[in-house]
């Protein structure tokens, strides 16, 4: 099946400092690729969507300056976290989807998560 | 008022019951999601249905378009079943509306 990874799986970071995030597709291309961040007990909220070699689609209230995207290659997508506060404290998550040779291309393939503590 | 509205926020079942989780929602779409999000966090998309009816093992999804309407279904509920199932509506152009999820624990 279609693989996402995530790394790292969780970070803990000083106020003030950057935080990169990396989204890659294993086994198979993806030439669009979400980022969502959860709040506890939340739902998940979409960031933005990412499409290789091109900018960032950023969603309402969501500063693309504080969260730089950046989706180079069809298998990697990094989302960096600049000049981390202790409200971006959250469960940063990416998903791809919708390319030939995936099983399903109907589908979103979520990666597991990163959980960012800034303190 | 939320574009998404999921009911109920939490379910407790027995094993082997027949559960439903609702989905509403008030925006013209281009899909509707079923996602499963466990204890860790990792998630995994269930189905993406944008007319008709869905089923994979024991779950079947159903929508109804012109009600602004989808349901979950779960067949023979399971204690592995137990997670949090979230609808998320996706409009033309990407953008995403999720539901506030339903918590499901299913008791052996």
């Known amino acids: 099946g279609a693989v996402v990874s995530q790394h790292p799986s969780w970070v803990i970071c000083k106020s003030g400092t950057s935080v990169k995030i990396e989204c890659r597709s294993l086994d198979f291309q993806a030439t669009t690729m979400f980022w969502y961040r959860q709040f506890p007990k939340q739902s998940l909220m979409l960031m933005a969507t990412?499409?290789?070699?091109?900018?960032?689609?950023?969603e309402q209230g969501v500063e693309k300056d504080k969260f730089l995207i950046n989706h180079a290659s069809l298998t990697l997508s990094t989302l960096t976290v600049t000049s981390a506060h202790p409200e971006d404290s959250s469960f940063y998550i990416c998903s791809a989807e919708g390319i030939t040779g995936l099983p399903s291309t109907d589908t979103q393939y979520f990666g597991p998560g990163t959980r960012l503590t800034v303190l | 008022k939320n574009e998404v509205e999921q009911s109920p926020q939490n379910l407790t079942a027995q094993e082997g019951e027949f559960i439903t989780i609702n989905c509403s929602y008030s925006v013209g779409i281009s899909a509707l999601h079923w996602l499963q999000q466990h204890p860790g966090g990792g998630i995994v998309s269930l189905f993406m249905l944008s007319s008709g009816k869905k089923k994979h093992g024991r779950l079947i999804a159903t929508i109804n378009i012109q009600e602004k309407h989808s349901s979950l279904h779960i067949t023979a509920s399971h204690p592995r079943d137990s997670a949090v199932y979230i609808c998320a509506v996706r409009k033309p152009g990407n953008q995403f509306y999720f539901g506030t999820g339903t918590s499901l624990t299913v008791i052996p």
């Open positions: 990412s499409n290789e070699g091109s900018k960032a689609t950023y």
